[in-house]
């Protein structure tokens, strides 16, 4: 769960991400596959795990942006 201020930036990006992702079915398969890598090679390290999805997430964010 994340909590976010109303309408910050942070919860803008929140927003996009997910939609962007309901309306792409293929984001949506691309991101599952990359959490599922990622659980297994970082299972006790949130912190990476985290950070290694940070490129998959901005560049959803840049195409939902142009969109």
């Known amino acids: 769960m994340h909590i976010y201020i109303?309408?910050?930036?942070?919860?803008?990006?929140?927003?996009?991400?997910?939609?962007?992702?309901?309306?792409?079915?293929?984001?949506?398969?691309?991101?599952?596959?990359?959490?599922?890598r990622l659980a297994i090679t970082y299972a006790f390290d949130r912190v990476s795990y985290t950070k290694a999805k940070a490129p998959f997430i901005r560049k959803i964010l840049e195409l939902a942006r142009i969109q």
């Open 6 to 36: 109303y309408n910050s930036d942070e919860w803008r990006n929140n927003i996009l991400f997910r939609d962007f992702l309901i309306s792409h079915e293929w984001a949506r398969k691309e991101y599952r596959e990359l959490k599922e």
